[in-house]
């Protein structure tokens, strides 16, 4: 069977989207868990975009061991040049460098033409060169770029050194055959085009990621640019267990991956996790109805046999149908097992912090689930910022004026108001805004149930304008208004210092 490699993007693709960045100890925890998962070449970062990035890469560096450490440049020999000081610790390196070869990108982002981007991309492929072995060139926007140029471009950064040539569409605006074809002219015009792998990025603005990105792999694209859940800038990225499951359940393309399909489910959960970003139920694979039946005929056919309706064993991608079910009676042992599933390793002090945690959700629900869990397992992080909720107390009703008492530490220092509002949550942010007295304003408010009963802990993410800047809050809470005012206080520890 051939061998395609899967190039994951999860930590720099999929952290571009807004709220969702993580700090370096999440990444490395997410990186591990990519490593677990089977990735060939992991992005870490951009590293001359941030000093958290460059840190993050490096970082990443040391604490994964077999996959390729990836380095995002722009066609720049600054950025080459930082990356590889980036990576100087990673134990398989590769720089990923680039520019845009579209008519869109050279004559409206660069002001130029295309014999001087081709010497660009030449220039830059050489510099990294002298860094490492591995070079990977991306044609930005390749998916509008015209056919005959984009070889022309290919072939000359193939014969610079580039042992791996990428292939965006960028703006997800390519039908799958279009792309296809596109993949297929490289191979079929590209002198020299077996010297390197060819791989796909391709993005979800019209819905086709993973069709484009299936229809590049069958014209001779082996690499695959994807995320997990599928995230990424705008409508996102390929999703990375979309196409894992279809190389598997589709065996007559005799195409493998070398990833662990029993971990993406875990893998799934961390990240969705980590970032605060809901998986929508109806995701292919890892959604929350993925392997759900509520029509009748459905689930008639499902007990009489399982492939009536399901083309995927639940547990080939680690939904484990007879996992321990948690409840106020279960012990620390329990909650490990369960956390360690879902890729979160704790141990002592740590645990004991999340177990008691734990008893207190499970006194007021009767089941928890894994969402919960690792809602528990991130609690830790609001515990460490400078501004807590100390209390809240909220009385409404229809007819009554709502009104919220709420009590905040700051930096240790108690701190206390009361005001009323037109509802719970008005009236509880109010009385939050007369002890933090900043001009800031609520832009966007979403409350998601995690499961489907009253009992159940509600997520909102907020957004909150302040300076012109836009902060992104989170909180949970089997209380919706305490949740808001979490999310409220998390977005506002981001520009209190």
Known sequence: MDRLFIFDTTLRDGEQVPGCQLNTVEKIQVAKALETLGVDVIEAGFPISSPGDFNSVVEISKAVTWPTICALTRGVQKDIDVAAEALKYAKNKRIHTGIGTSEFHIKHKFNSNQDEILERAVAAVKHAKKYVEDVEFYCEDAGRTDNVYLARVVEAVIKAGATVVNIPDTTGYCLPWQYGEKIKFLMDNVKGVHNAVISTHCHNDLGMATANTISGVLN?????????????????????????????????????????????????????????????????????????????????????????????????????????????????????????????????????????????LADKKKDINDDDVLVLAGKERAEKQRIQLD???????????????????????????????????????????????????????????????????????????????????????????????????????????
Not at 349 to 359: A, S, V
Not at 415 to 425: K, L, M, Q, T, Y
Not at 457 to 463: D, L, P, S, T, Y
């Open 391 to 497: 209390f809240l107390q909220v009385t409404s009703g229809v007819g009554v004026k709502a009104v919220a008492s709420i009590g905040l530490k700051i930096a240790g220092e108690k701190f206390e108001a009361a005001a009323s509002g037109n509802g719970p949550v008005d009236a509880a942010i109010k009385a939050l805004k007369k002890i933090i007295d900043r001009a800031m304003t609520l832009q966007e408010f979403t409350i998601q149930a995690i499961n489907k009963g009253s009992d159940d802990v509600g997520k909102v993410h907020m957004q909150v304008e302040h300076d012109g800047i836009v902060y992104y809050g989170f909180g949970a809470n089997t209380d919706i208004v305490a949740a808001s005012v979490e999310a409220y206080i998390n977005a506002i520890n981001q520009f209190v210092k």
């Open 220 to 360: 001779g694209a082996r690499q695959v640019e994807v995320t997990m859940n599928g995230i990424g800038e705008r409508a996102g990225n390929t999703s990375l267990e979309e196409i894992a499951m279809i190389l598997k359940c589709h065996k007559s393309m005799e195409i493998e991956t070398q990833i662990n399909t029993q971990k993406i489910y875990s893998t799934s959960r961390l990240v969705s996790g980590l970032m605060n970003m809901p998986v929508q139920a109806n995701k292919a694979i890892v959604g929350r109805n993925a392997f759900a039946h509520s029509s009748g005929i459905h689930q008639d056919g499902v007990l009489k046999n399982r492939e009536s309706y399901e083309i995927m064993d639940p547990t080939d991608v680690g939904i484990d149908k007879n996992s321990i079910v948690l409840t106020a009676r279960s012990g620390r042992a329990a909650l490990k097992h369960r956390l360690s599933v879902l890729g979160v390793d704790v141990e002592g002090e740590h645990l004991d912090k999340i177990y008691e945690e734990f008893l207190k």
